[in-house]
């Protein structure tokens, strides 16, 4: 069997069939936002709707400035066009309220916006206050009588912390009625005020976790309200959807009041979107990490335009503001307080690839981490040490227990399996949790057991299912230039690379350095498919073949030479009956 190496090309998106959509992206475009995000355009319309039966509209989304400004806007062009004043007029005459329909637009309670946002909001920004100083009373309006005759746009986090918040504004919606209420009741109001209709529609922003929050506190809003979802991305398949994408992105630094994309900046602003996005075949649509980056790069401009070494300078800049934590990892390693092997070859010790997340950490960094495995007589069991040690989670057992099932079903024993295993993460004294490196511990495992070195050139990341198939993980770019840089500060010699699932291939978008060494073939990846695969290059031996010398061959081997050794210690008695039994 031979393993192809991954061409420099896959390394990186392919922008060669859009080259014309670069050269023009500012031409006349159908509206974005009704292509990109069809169903949430659906929902924002049903809801804006005269005659929509519902008043609160649930939306995914985060919780940015961003988004509120995005999605208000949006509503505003799909409210019904009215030039009626809507709203009241309160009048105080000494120590009493009355209460009057506006006829102008600047009335004290009239509805001055058709939409309106607040990320965070407090009792008295809402529901406006009632002041009284000097026996002379004030009354202030708030976002609600703001928006009144409209769309009010909050955050699902402001409601779910203010419970007594929420439910009178619920409930004022629904009843389409304002009631003047003190916030605290041992403190009443100092006059009764009267109430005043209010015609309001209420969009609640938010994460999942924080829409659910809010659900715990209103079980019934689900039925209540209509749900939408703002799509993090977009597939990009054909030209027309990089148009559509290049549309996106002009609206935006339009309201932003940015400089535009000049066409050589194009290509390079798409392949930090892959990078974020993680797809090759998708760009994403959030416009906080959008309005970021042309913010960022506006710094790096001076022609009046943002421009492909401005996006590039901001980006390198970006990105070693925040790489300390990683150039320390480095350090322990080149200086040998971490060690991890990348010359030579060792029985049952791979290199495995991880992804560190610290907290407080914009980021996650790849890190390269040993894992090793000992075998010894015994009962068939594989210890995990990170398990036992209570630092391994649910999902790092779990794929423990499925690369144990494959290899019990691959070595078809009639019996119990003569060894015992003990597989640890070198040097790791944090929790270890997920799956992705069971390719690699299951490989470390079968070269303990065949007896077989595994070349420490190479790093492995990877889960594998029952059938021994490689499945795709997360974070492969990071844990790809995690290896990479170590192996470059000790000096590449075209041996290095990594072994990744084929899967994943769609996912990579490398950094500048690492696709030049692997132009160069000075650095591999190799895609998989199988734990065959896989340990054909790592052993340099097939896992299973039928004529030449292979690991499941060894491993059986030495299990019939261990059983022959323990017949041999039997009495002549069992002697003479155990090779009974087995004619």
């Not at 006829?103 to 909001?121: C, E, K, M, S, V």
């Not at 924080?210 to 991305?233: M, Q, R, V, W």
């Amino acid at each position: 069997m031979t393993i192809k190496q991954l061409e420099w090309k896959y390394l990186i998106p392919e922008l060669s069939p859009f080259e014309a959509v670069f050269a023009q992206p500012s031409q006349p475009l159908p509206a974005p936002m009704d292509v990109l995000q069809p169903r949430l355009m659906d929902g924002l319309t049903q809801f804006c709707h005269s005659r929509s039966p519902s008043r609160f509209l649930l939306l995914t989304a985060q919780e940015d400035e961003e988004y509120f400004q995005l999605i208000t806007e949006t509503v505003k062009q799909l409210l019904p066009q009215g030039e009626s004043v809507i709203g009241s007029r309160y009048v105080i005459t000494g120590n009493g309220v009355t209460v009057q329909p506006a006829t102008r637009r600047d009335d004290n309670f009239a509805g001055r916006a058709r939409g309106l946002y607040q990320p965070w909001i407090e009792h008295e920004q809402l529901f406006g206050c009632v002041r009284c100083y000097r026996d002379v009373l004030d009354l202030q309006p708030g976002k609600m009588h703001e928006a009144n005759g409209g769309v009010l746009v909050l955050g699902a986090k402001a409601l779910a912390s203010q419970p007594l918040m929420w439910l009178r504004l619920k409930q004022m919606i629904l009843q389409q009625r304002f009631d003047w209420l003190a916030l605290d009741e041992t403190r009443p109001l100092p006059v009764s005020i009267p109430s005043m209709p209010l015609d309001l529609r209420l969009v609640i922003i938010g994460d999942r976790e924080s829409l659910a929050d809010l659900n715990d506190l209103e079980p019934d809003l689900t039925k209540l309200a209509l749900y939408a979802e703002f799509e993090s991305d977009v597939k990009i398949l054909a030209a027309e959807d990089m148009q559509n994408w290049c549309a996106y992105v002009n609206s935006l630094l339009r309201t932003l009041t940015l400089p535009q994309l000049t066409p050589d900046a194009w290509p390079e602003m798409v392949r930090q979107a892959v990078r974020y996005s993680g797809d090759q075949y998708q760009l994403p649509l959030c416009p906080h990490w959008l309005t970021r980056r042309f913010r960022e790069a506006v710094l790096y401009s001076e022609q009046g335009a943002i421009t492909a070494e401005a996006l590039y300078n901001s980006n390198r800049t970006r990105i070693w503001r925040e790489s300390y934590l990683t150039e320390r990892m480095q350090d322990e390693i080149s200086e040998g307080q971490i060690m991890v092997e990348t010359e030579g070859a060792m029985v049952g010790q791979v290199n495995a690839l991880s992804v560190l997340d610290f907290p407080g950490h914009p980021l996650p960094f790849g890190e390269p981490s040993r894992i090793s495995c000992v075998v010894h007589l015994g009962d068939g069991e594989i210890n995990d040490v990170e398990r036992k040690a209570e630092l391994g989670g649910n999902l790092h057992a779990k794929g423990m227990m499925i690369m144990q099932a494959f290899l019990m079903a691959s070595l078809e024993l009639d019996q119990q399996l003569p060894f015992s295993a003990s597989l640890v993460f070198e040097q790791s004294y944090g929790e270890v949790d997920g799956d992705s490196a069971s390719l690699a511990e299951l490989s470390a495992l079968i070269s303990a057991l065949s007896g077989k070195p595994i070349v420490q050139q190479i790093a492995v990341t990877g889960s594998v299912d029952q059938f021994g198939r490689v499945q795709p993980i997360g974070g492969v770019n990071e844990k790809i230039e995690g290896f990479f840089a170590l192996c470059e500060s000790r000096g590449l010699d075209g041996s290095h690379g990594v072994i990744i699932p084929a899967a994943n291939v769609r996912h990579l978008c490398l950094h500048e350095e690492l696709v030049e060494a692997v132009r160069n073939e000075q650095f591999h990846i190799w895609p998989v498919e199988t734990i065959d695969e896989a340990l054909e290059l790592l052993t340099g031996i097939p896992y299973d073949h039928e004529q030449k010398p292979n690991l499941i061959a060894s491993i059986r081997e030495r299990i019939a030479y261990i059983n022959q050794h323990e017949r041999l210690r039997l009495p002549w008695g069992f002697r003479w009956l155990n090779w009974f039994n087995q004619s």
